[in-house]
Every structure is written in structure tokens, then in C-alpha cells.
């Protein structure tokens, strides 16, 4: 057994990798926050900032008040399919038997927390530019409570798909399923934006420079998630982390370098766009498989997200579905493919057990683990969907409401939700003259 | 006893710590950078960056040169006032008596200059669109001299109030409170902006996308403050750390739900300065207890401090006191809370003396504490005011001078100190027109 | 002996370290592409953008494919002169002893391959407003293999340069070398921008206040670059790692006091090109000697660097040198003089050989060293002009070809090559008729 002394050396060690990870996973806002504001039109672009940051204030209300008990409570009926306890958590009223245990509680409450409200922000983007930002600041509260049942589904250790024995290290089916089919719900239920599939529209990033830089900052932070999620680094989890990070990187060059090839000869250019979606959405797909993918299975799996990420663009164009930041191609088809790939890739680590022993389709373990995942991917879409069409319905018809009006959406939300004139203003009224179609 | 290589170890984590902690606060100076010029008008934007950057370039000189030793040096004739010895520190000078300790003072260094800097930092906003360049840089060194006598005072193993048992883990009163009142007093002393206070006065941000962007890289890298004040990470100075982020988050969002809630109901419209000002001022407020804060404190102090924020706004109008980027909301409002606020929460940890033994009027500590902290308050606060007094006035008493010409403000900085034309200037032409009064 | 738990130990450590200092060297591609879309024209500022982030997407395949195998792989005939093996890298294949070797393996990969992406870019700004897209992916795919050699040459332990003891901690020679030189090559090659040295041409930053956000997140990003190159935390290698980041930060302060000081004497102003070329330079020219500088050799290096920085614009101008972002004082110059300054000021730790046991000059070491860093420094200058000027002419003799046509150059990469249209081309006309003479 271990003396006291190497336990407590456990406990650190462990704790300060996930503390850390949380800083950089906190960064991601400041990305997303970019990413969106520069890719709406100039009218709305600090609106969609400040939804970033509401995202993080309420959201983060919602998660420590009922979203971490929900997720992670098991004080009371321990069950598969809701926590109970935690609420308005406070690790001291725990009475936890060791000060390992209750630093243990800090820390692991920091790291879901900055995971949690990175589910509510992908909503954001998808609303861009048509919901009412006090409708949206509910919205958000009420996706983190949706969210929350899924992470105990998948992480927690009572969850039934995690006794099941599913694979997502990092968020895949828990975080970026549940933003993704939620925000295509709204987008959906929002309508598009006025005149968007008109014949003469254009679609007008206010500022490419700050959407790609916001690309840049959600690649970096990404790291934080992907490797963070191996809760540790001792008995050679640090392996694993680093295995994550490699997958990261291996998998976004991969997306980067297909978006780019089909950009250039679909359209002769590099669409912006296409970059941004196929590097985002390759980087959601490998969340699920990162901690025991090889490189190259990051590049298979990132070049074939990126496929769909462009792929899927002409059938929402079809549907007239107005998809204002990208959050279908970047995170709803990425990360059915995601949750796909690992019952094909899957392959336990030589040391851990980090994948229970399962194995994909290619390493000889069959179709049972494709099962799982497919099944656990068809559960949270049907579920989340359900969830966010009936708080659609419901914030609509409250005297809150939903959509801006026609005027108020002409103006822009910088005026009417901010009252800020002036550069921005200026420039949206320049660019219309000179935007051209696409 | 504990052999050679188990204290070899200590070092180890515990550096890397805080070197780590330090790289993450100096990244706060981008976020300062960016809120700064985001808030200021579009023609001093280039300029207030430049400020930002020199802050750290001269800031750094003379901190490294006197700043330190003020604050740390015991060599000669150790005190409880100021610290003397480590001018124009190098460590290899000191005749350490093992490697591991001379390492340690490089780390200890580092950090402590990730911290000074930013003190600086505060006042370049009260000053902004006003006060001259050189005479900027000259101000920021001397700033860097004064704050090093509270740093002794309260961080020092021989200050007086450290002595005393003042709580103040991450600088509310050594960084905050100094940058604050002085940035206070220089903007009262520079006297407003031209026009600031006339009917038809228009208040325009450059920038609010970048001002958010800046507040959210702050926001991150205050971590590195708040965690990394607990100078390590060994013999359970992990949790400590983690209860400290914990803090952070609770307190910003508190701040950032309360400034929003008010900004609702005053203004009918969701203010962008309200909100920035909440979550910063709500930050700074949790540093002084964020080591021993439990989440629903922080939760508490950073509300509390985001409603003061806002209370100050119309108090710095009555009084034509013109503060460009919120100096006072942000650093001077929230850090006396902070202290005052150790004095009622305060609760010692289970199992380190992190608070010496301490405990706030909650939890029975009576007011001795209290007492400790608000004695520590007034004397910076005085000290400060007095110190900030004499160095502008000398400045602009000498033929350097302090504030620019008339002309110089209308041109704006960006032309007169940079030579820069273009792009600014045309937005600056463009937003007149179009901005309105607020 | 070590048992096999404090083998893990050190394993986890020390790959924990490389890690994470690799996800902040990521970081600095957002630095980069800020840095170089800021100094640019608006008409090009995105396309600029989207380089640089086909630096990480191109660059990172060529180098997993073939770069990292051509630096550190000794598979097959290990030799001085150019590695083989580990091509398309998976450590998987390797059949390594130990599950930490095989993490190891995971970690220093990682690593490398984010030091290596960041030489590619650098070529990026040489190239700026006139080499084509594809062009460009090629020309970064293949400066990543011509780069692969001298990492071998100078870090790995069968290079030449390694066994003939060449101090070079984080890439002055191997990175900065190779990058600046080839910039140079490239852009002398490429004929400058139109206009560029007309009697009446302007040179227009597109946005200072970008261009000095990236000088920011490079400042902060360079932390992982040199604290990050002394491969680990244990056996009191964090003392080295401490050292660096000490020696970065006082390097920095020296090179932008410096130009501070020679800008205003020059011209009375605070140039912002000189500002960012000087803090910039000064950590270039720190790089290969940080892990042992102490910090007033630091200071020293760096503001020497600075001075050369400013002191080559001219020449640069005098043989018409359009140099659009600053490669040659930021990269070239200074990493020359870093490389020379070991020579001066190299001192070997007290307790670790991290110089192999030889001083500099300064230390009474004589010329030895100072004649290896020397050759070292010839034959990478040498080398790498060579092969970027076969390359270069490759590409152009190829049906690809290299420059933009003229009417493609006056309309802009932007339009040309992503189809924007819009703020920035309102940006750029209403740039014009603003912009003074320089």
C-alpha cells in the first residue's frame, strides 16, 4: 500500500493537471466569443460578445447551483440517470473524510464547470443575430440543466452508458452533441435571418482576421480539454494526455489540410469558411477517441469530419436552414462521426485501462462497441432535441419571447440590446454597398 | 527529516508553480492592452497599447533594478518598512547557500514582476488620451517604486503588516488598492478629457469588441494571480489553488449576474461598461480571501463588489471626475470591499495556516481582523495618494510636463506620438458623426 | 539505482513539462498571424491570416510525414548529417521497451513539431501581399524539410554541430536562422511590393493595435519556447527553466527600452515598427544562450539586438529590401548576434552540465566556443539561403508559379484569393487618401 505522504503526492499531482487544464479550457470563451462575433454581421458583433460572456455568468450560475449536482450528485438515490445532491455546491458542507478528498472537490468542480459552459456557448452562435438576449440568457441557463444529464449518462460512474462502457474522453456526445443538435433546433425554430436565402442576400463576415484568430484561440484551447480530460497525469496517465494532444494536432491538420484541397476545387478559392469549419470540426470528432488514438487515425478521422463539415453546407442551404457560425458542420455532424469512429478505431491502451478493454472494428472488436456508441449518439440527439425544441416552445410563447423583431433585427442588436452607435455601425452601412454575393 | 532528493522534489513542484503562475499573468498584460484601447476613442487606440507594452518594458527595468529590492531585499538591515539589497537583482550575486534556493530566487523574481507590472498597468488608463508618452514613462517607473513599500509591507516576512497577520493573498491591497487611488488621483490632477463633461459630450469606445476581448483575456489570466499566490503547490498548497480559481469563477460570475440584473433595471438595455466594470471589479474584490473563500463567499463578495462598481459611476459624474477605462470600478471600489470583505469571511483552512489562525466576524473571529485589515487599507490608501500627489506634480512641475496640449488631444496621440495616419483616423472621423449621447 | 516508480516519476515529470510548454507554443501562431495581418495592408490582412494558419495545417503534415523523421530519426544508418527513419510517425510502430518510452515519444513529438511550424511561418511574412497561395503552401511544406537539417544538426545527438558542444538551447540557429535568411532570400527573390519604393508610396500598417496584440501573445508565447527547450523539470532542470523565462523577460525589456530610446532620439516619435522589432529581436537573440544568461546578460543581449534591428532598416532600404513584417531585423540579425553572444557571455551551470562544461569569452573560456557558434551560425546561413534560393526558383520555373500579377496585387489577396469583399477593401480605399509618407 501507499504511505500517506504518496497519496497526498497523487492527489497533487493529479489535481494540479486538471486545475491547469481548466485555465486553458476558460480561454476557449475568449474564441468562441471571436469566432462568432467575426463571422455575423457588423450590427451584431458585440451582442454575440457579450452572449460569450453571459454564457460564462449564468451559465456558470446554472452549473453550480443544480447543473453539477445533476451531473455528478449522487448524495442522495444514487441512479443512471440523474444526479441528486451537490446543488449549490460547496465541497466543505460535504463533510469529506480527508482535505485530499475536499481539494479533490475544488478542483474536479472547476474543470466540469469550464466544460459545461462551452455546451451552453455553441447555442449562442446558433441563435446569432435573432434571439432576444434576455430570452437568450435563460436559454443558455436551461441548456447547461439539459447538458447535465448527459455527463452523468456517459461520465458519470453510475451513468448507463458508462456502465455500458461508451467511449468519449473528451466531451464528444456529453458537450458537443448536445450544443449541436440543440443550436440546429433553434436555428430551425428561430427562422432564418431576414432576407438570408433571398435571391439577391449576401452573407458578410463582419471580420474574417477576427473569426480566423478566434479559430486560432479555440484550436490552442482545445489542448486543455482533450489532454485535461485524463483527470491526471500519475500511473501514466500523463501517456494518455500526451496521446490526446498529439490526436489534437494530428487530427486538425488532417481537417485543415481537406477543407482547404475540397475548397480549392469546388470553388478555385480558399473559402474562410470552409478553413474555419473544417479545422473546428475535425477537432471536435477526435474528442471522443483522443487519449489512445494513434496519429494517423487523428488524420483519418479530422479529413473525413472536415468532409462532412462541407458536405452538410448545401443541405442546409436546401432546407433553408440559417446557420449563422457554423455550429451544425462544426459540431453536430462531427460529432456523430466522432462517437462513429471509435467503435472503427478504438484500441486500448497497452498499460490502462482506458477503453475497458474494448476494441473498434479494426483491431478485431466487432461491431459491440459500435453499438454503444451509436447508441449513446442516438440517445442524446433525440433527447436533447426534444429538451430544446420544448424550451424553445416555451420561452417563445412567455411574455419574454424569442425573436427580435423585423425593425429591431434591421438596426442590430449593438443598438437596441447595447445602445453602442458608431464604428461598428459605420462600418456595416460601408460594407453593404460593396459585399457581393456568394 | 525529509533527504536531499525529497527536498530537491519540493522545489521542483512548487517552482514550477509559480513559474508557470507567472507566464499566465503576464498575458494579462494583452488583456489590459486590449480593454484599454478598446475603451478609449478611436485616435489615442495605437497609443494606449504602446503605454501597455511600456509598462512592462519599463516597468520591468525598474523593477528589476530597484522595484524588488524595495520589496524583498532583507540584506542590509532588515525592516519592517522598506527592503534594501537585490538592486539590479541576479541571484548568482546572493552566494545561495544550495542551487535549489538560488533557483528559487529566480522563480520568486519572475513572479514577483508579473505582479508589479500590471500595477502600473491601472494607472496608463486613468491617464489615457491625456498624458504624454515620455511623461507616461517616467510615471509607470515610479509607480513601480511606490507599490514595492505596501509589497513589503504586506508580503514581506519582515513587513508590518504582514507581522500584524493581514490577509491578502493576491495582491487586493499591494496591487489593487495602490494602482487605484493613484490612478484616482491622476486623473483628478490631469483634470477630464476635453468636452468629457459638456452637454452635448458623447462617451465612445474605439472598440467594444475588443474591450470584451480584453476583459475575457483578463479574466483567464487572473487564475494565474489567484492560484499561483498560494506560492506553490507541495504539502497541500494544491488546494489551496484550487479553491482559489474555484473563487475566481464564483466571484465573476456573482459580478457579472448582479452588473447585468442592474444594467436590466436602470437602463432597460444591457450596458457594456456596466457589465465589464462588474466582472473585473468583482475579480479583484475575491483576491485579498481567494485561497480560503468557499464558492458561495465569492459568490457574495464579487455581487456586492459589482454593485458598488456601478454605484461610483454616478458619484465620478457629479464630481467631473473622468476615469476613460474604469480605473475606479474596477481597482479602487472592489479592493476596499475585498479587504473589508476578509474581515467578515474569513475561515481558516483544515489542515495549513493559511490565514494565521484567523477568522472573520462570521465565523466568530470578532473584529480583530478586521480591525488588521481596514489599518492596512487606510495606510495604502494614504501612502499611495500622497506618494502618486507628489510624483505629478513633480512630472509636470519639470520640463518633461505632464498633460498634452489641446491640439495635441484633438489630433489624438496615435498621430502625435506614432506618426500613425490611416485607419484610425478614418473611423474617429466617421464615429463623430454617428455617435449619440449616452 | 532509480526503482521503477521513480523511473515513472521522472518520465511524468518531465514530460508533463514539454507538454504543456508545447500547448503554449501553439499559441504563438495566433501571434504570428496577428503580428503579420496587423502590419500588412487591409487589402491582404486575411489572406495573411489564413497562411498562417496553413503554416500549422501544411507545415504539420510535412513534418510528421517527413520533417521530424529527416531531424530525430536514427532508425536506419544514424549519422551526423540528416536523420532517417520515423517517417509518418507513429510510436506505436517503434516497438520501444517501456510504455514511458512510448509516451516519451508522444511528448517529444509533439514538441518539436510545434517549435518546427513556427519556422515556416516566419517565411509567411517575408512573402506577404505577393506570393500566391498555393504557391505559398508549397514553399511552407518544404522550408519545414529544409528547416528538419540543422535540428538535426544542432539538438540531435548524432548532429555535428551537437557533438562539437554548440550552445543553442531554443532554437536561434536551428529556427531563427533558418527562417530569417530565407525570408530574405525569398523576398529579395519576389521583387518588392508595388510601389513599394516610390518616390510617394506610403507604408501603411493595416492595424497597429493587431499588429501589437501579436507582439503580445508572441512575448507570452516565447515563455514556451525557452523555458520549455530545457526538456524537463527534474534533477533540478526547473532551476534552468526559471532561468530562461528570467532571461526572456529581461532580454525583452532591454531590446524595447532600446528602441524606445533610439526612436525617440531618431525621430522624435515612438515608431511602432521599431517598438515591436526591438522587444521582438531582443528574445530572438536570447534563445540560444537563456537557460544559462544570467539577467544583466539578458538585458545586454537584448538591447544590443534591438540596436541592429533599427540599424538594418535602412540598409534594407538602400538596396531596396521590401521586408513587409520585419524578417530580417526580428529573425535574421538578431539570431546572428545571439549566436555570437554565447560566445561571449556563456557560463556553465553550478550543478548541471548545460554547456557542456565551456564559458565564453566573459568566463574566461577564449574563442573555442565562440569559433563553434560561429561555424555553426556560417553553415546554416549558407545552407538554408541555398536551398530556400533552389526552392524558390522551383516554384516559379513551376507551372504554379511564385508572384501575384500585378492587377492581382493592387486588388488584393483578400478578394483575389478568399472572394472578401467588403470592411477591409472599405478599409483599404479609405486608407489611402489618409496615409502620409513615411
Known amino acids: 500500500g501507499l ?3 504518496e497519496v497526498d503526492k497523487l492527489y497533487q499531482d493529479d489535481a494540479v493537471w486538471i486545475i491547469t487544464s481548466s485555465f486553458i479550457i476558460f480561454t476557449m470563451h475568449s474564441g468562441f466569443g471571436l469566432l462568432e462575433s467575426g463571422s455575423v454581421s457588423a450590427k451584431d458583433e458585440v451582442n454575440i460578445m457579450v452572449k460569450n460572456v453571459v454564457d460564462v455568468v449564468f451559465g456558470g450560475i446554472a452549473y453550480w447551483s443544480f447543473g453539477y449536482g445533476l451531473s455528478y450528485g449522487n448524495d442522495w438515490y444514487p441512479n443512471s440517470f440523474v444526479g441528486m445532491g451537490k446543488f449549490f455546491y460547496d465541497p466543505a458542507r460535504q463533510n469529506l473524510a480527508t482535505v485530499n478528498e475536499e481539494g479533490w472537490a475544488y478542483a474536479s468542480f472547476l474543470f466540469q464547470m469550464s466544460l459545461a459552459t462551452t455546451a451552453s456557448t455553441i447555442v449562442s452562435g446558433a441563435v446569432a443575430e435573432r434571439a432576444k438576449l434576455k430570452s437568450y440568457i435563460l436559454l443558455g441557463c436551461l441548456v447547461i440543466l439539459v447538458q447535465a444529464l448527459p455527463a452523468h449518462w456517459v461520465w458519470d460512474k453510475n451513468g448507463f452508458f458508462f456502465k455500458m462502457g461508451v467511449v468519449d474522453f473528451a466531451g464528444c456526445s456529453a458537450v458537443h452533441m448536445v450544443g449541436g443538435i440543440i443550436g440546429l433546433v433553434a436555428t430551425i425554430y428561430l427562422k432564418p435571418r431576414r432576407n438570408r436565402f433571398n435571391e439577391d442576400s449576401v452573407h458578410q463576415m463582419s471580420s474574417p482576421t477576427n473569426a480566423l484568430l478566434g479559430t486560432f484561440l479555440l484550436w490552442w484551447g482545445w489542448f486543455g480539454i482533450n489532454a485535461g480530460s485524463v483527470w491526471g497525469i500519475t500511473e501514466g496517465r500523463w501517456r494518455l494526455g500526451g496521446r490526446a494532444a498529439v490526436a489534437t494536432i494530428m487530427s486538425s491538420i488532417g481537417g485543415g489540410a481537406t477543407s ?39 488524420l483519418i478521422i479530422g479529413s ?32 456523430i462521426w466522432g462517437m462513429f469512429a471509435v467503435g ?19 483491431y478485431g472488436g466487432g461491431f459491440k462497441l459500435m453499438g454503444i456508441q451509436m447508441l449513446c449518439a442516438a440517445t442524446i440527439l433525440v433527447y436533447s432535441a426534444v429538451c430544446g425544441f420544448l424550451i424553445l416552445v416555451l420561452i417563445s ?13 434591421q438596426i442590430g442588436a449593438d443598438v437596441i440590446e447595447h445602445g453602442l452607435a458608431g464604428t461598428n455601425i459605420a462600418r456595416y452601412l460601408v460594407e453593404k454597398p460593396l459585399s457581393t454575393k456568394t
Chains 1, 2, 3 share one sequence.
Open 3 to 5: 504511505n500517506s505522504s
Open 260 to 298: 482547404i484541397v475540397i475548397s480549392f476545387v469546388r470553388t478555385k478559392k480558399l473559402q474562410v469558411n470552409f478553413l474555419i469549419n473544417g479545422i473546428l470540426s475535425s477537432i471536435v470528432s477526435i474528442t471522443a477517441l483522443c487519449a489512445v488514438s494513434r496519429p494517423w487515425h487523428a
Open 304 to 335: 473525413v469530419s472536415s468532409a462532412f463539415s462541407i458536405a452538410v453546407l448545401p443541405v442546409l442551404d436546401r432546407f433553408k436552414v440559417d446557420d449563422p457560425v457554423g455550429i451544425v458542420p462544426i459540431h453536430l455532424t462531427s460529432s
Open 344 to 362: 472503427i478505431f478504438a484500441e486500448e491502451d497497452k498499460h490502462l485501462m482506458a477503453t475497458g478493454g474494448q476494441y473498434g472494428l479494426l
Open 397 to 409: 410563447k412567455s411574455p419574454l419571447g424569442l425573436r427580435v423583431t423585423d425593425y429591431e433585427e
